[in-house]
């Protein structure tokens, strides 16, 4: 009977130490995602500046309906590639060596 008990107790502190841990990691999961999202929120406005600063310029050269749909045009080829080269990492085929066992998750 007193090893089931010791059993039990160390089963529940087992569970009371991994909660611990889970905690302490899911505090540095939300700053890390927080952070990435700051990240990213100023490399979108980033890339919007750029566009302007493009047009701006093209527009003194070529006009402006040009340069609005030579900008669009390299921000939606830019996008396209950037969607396209994260689904092939997604599926692990992002490298030679990586995911070459692997298979796709939604099969």
Known sequence: METLTNLIVSFFDLIEAEGRTLRERAVLVAEGLLVMFLGVSL????????????YFWLSEHLG???????VAALLLLSGALLILKGRTISYGKG????????????D
């Open 95 to 106: 490298a030679s060596s990586v995911g070459t066992e692997q298979k796709r998750t939604d």
């Open 64 to 70: 402006r309906p040009a340069s609005a749909l030579i």
């Open 43 to 54: 490399l979108i406005c980033g890339l919007f500046v750029v566009g302007a600063a493009l």
